[in-house]
């Protein structure tokens, strides 16, 4: 299922929208940056909360078993809220992250 944040999907499929009275905004799961990865360390943040930023920018640093891989924004927008300090370790892929504006 494209919303299931529970296994690994592409980082397109990784974001959802909530339904409620809030803005439009997507939550961002842990992406599978690899097709063995089930979890992963916030290195970095390379945005902060508020911070507009475009596509293409990394938005962290994450550490997985193998490398340091920088996790790229798909679009533009802004970060709402961090739901994840760094250097939080082993967060399996699809938990949620941040919300994106």
């Known amino acids: ?21 809030l803005p439009y905004h997507l939550v961002v799961g ?3 940056l690899s097709p063995t990865m089930e979890a992963g360390t916030i290195a970095s943040w390379k ?4 911070e507009p930023f475009a596509a293409g920018d990394s938005l962290a640093e994450i550490e997985t078993d ?5 996790f790229e924004a798909q679009d533009d927008g802004i970060v709402a809220k961090i739901l994840v300090e760094a250097g939080s370790k082993e967060i399996n892929v699809g938990v ?4 994106l504006l």
């Open 47 to 50: 945005v902060k909360e508020g």
């Open 1 to 21: 299922h494209p919303n299931d944040i529970s296994s690994p999907t592409p980082f397109s499929q990784c974001c959802r929208r909530l339904s409620s009275n």
């Open 96 to 99: 949620p992250l941040l919300l």
């Open 30 to 32: 842990m992406p599978a």
């Open 66 to 70: 193998k490398a340091t891989i920088d």
